[in-house]
């Protein structure tokens, strides 16, 4: 089946093919969806049409760029059938349905070698939240330096499982059955007021402080809401008259149960935040509404696609995403979020 009539079928996949034909396609990506046969489907059509030798295809955009696959050519017909060496799956290990450590491993190994006749090298990890802790940390590492030519697809009918930095470090597109209704309905009302305020028509240095203020307050209330449900549960039971070395430890325990669960709750508002640049993202490539995880936000997104591109769009998605590494290294909070806000290319 061709990539136009799949498209049709999944139209998810439209995105895809948008990216293909304005040469900007990210080394990483991660479908997301209720039904492993259409994410399967969706790698697969993705693998061939960055590689079929009948399609023309060109490193630059140009308006003569076309994204398709023969689904006839020797290279589609390998990638059919799973036997074609530079396009390879990884998916869970039989017996412990676990993505193991040797099997990232051979994924890195053969990843740097230069591909035998693929124009791109293409890794589909199915199930990618069945990796375990050692397997993703080394993961990790072949997504921070991603090699040339090489595109990874991971594939989750539960992406929340997926370590947060390898969540941030791929491009999420979300196949028919996802559910994104829990990042809605926590996030969807103070990103309404922060899109509006960096997306405004002539936003300016003010709207920036505005919005970090907004983010600031949502940060704030995450805070307070954690340490109202903890300081019951550390301190309550503790008499009056208690010794000061035993408070002096609750009081540790408890500022380490808050900081804990803040960090979570942080990383949440931060990927949110990213999820809203991706709409705007997924609109400079004329995507439909649906596909958004923010449609309500449309407005706001469509506003800032249409001001800004796909490529500076992409580059606010890795600030915010190096933002979310920066946080991690103890840093000062307040000060890190006013210098990568400011640094927002829109
Ligand atoms: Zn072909």
């Known amino acids: 089946m061709a990539f136009a009539e799949l498209i049709s079928e999944i139209p998810t996949l439209g995105i895809l093919k948008k990216s293909i034909e304005s040469a900007r396609i990210g080394h990483a990506y991660l479908f997301t969806g209720a039904d492993r046969e ?15 030798t009948q399609a023309t295809h060109a490193s630059e955009p140009s308006p003569s760029n076309v994204a398709e696959y023969c689904d006839h050519c020797t290279t589609c017909e390998q990638i059919s059938a799973d036997h074609h060496g530079d396009v390879q799956w990884i998916r869970p290990e039989s017996k412990s349905r676990l993505i193991t450590l040797p099997q990232i491993r051979q994924l890195m190994e053969t990843l740097h070698l230069k591909a035998n006749d693929a124009r791109t090298k293409v890794w589909m990890i199915a199930d990618a939240d069945r990796m375990n802790q050692q397997s993703a940390n080394a993961f990790l590492k072949t997504l921070e330096e991603p090699p040339e030519n090489s595109l990874m697809i991971l594939l989750s009918t539960q992406p929340d499982r997926l370590l947060e930095t390898i969540q941030s470090r791929c491009l999420r597109l979300n196949f028919p059955g996802d559910s994104s209704s829990t990042m809605k309905s926590e996030h969807q009302s103070w990103l309404e007021v922060f899109a509006r305020q960096l997306a405004a028509k002539d936003s300016g240095m003010l709207d920036r402080y505005k919005a970090l ?10 805070r307070h809401q954690i340490e109202d449900g903890l300081k019951d549960r550390f301190l309550g039971d503790l ?18 149960a808050i900081e804990g669960q803040y960090r979570r709750r942080r990383t949440d508002v931060f990927n949110a935040l990213e999820w809203w640049l991706r709409d705007a993202w997924l609109l400079s490539l004329q995507a439909e509404i649906s596909t958004l995880t923010f449609p309500d936000l449309a407005p706001a997104s469509h506003e800032l696609a249409t001001r800004t591109d796909a490529g ?3 580059d606010n998605i890795r600030l ?6 920066v946080l991690h290294t103890n840093v000062q909070e307040t000060l890190a979020l006013e210098v990568h806000l400011l640094k927002l290319n829109l």
């Open 239 to 256: 008499p009056n008259d208690v010794e000061p070395k035993i408070r002096e430890k609750r009081d540790k325990e408890l500022k380490a």
């Open 312 to 314: 500076k769009l992409l």
């Open 38 to 52: 259409t994410l399967d489907r969706a790698a697969v059509a993705f693998a061939k049409s960055v590689n079929c």
């Open 213 to 222: 203020d907004t983010l600031m307050e949502k940060l704030a209330e995450a």
């Open 320 to 325: 915010i995403e190096k933002l979310q590494r």
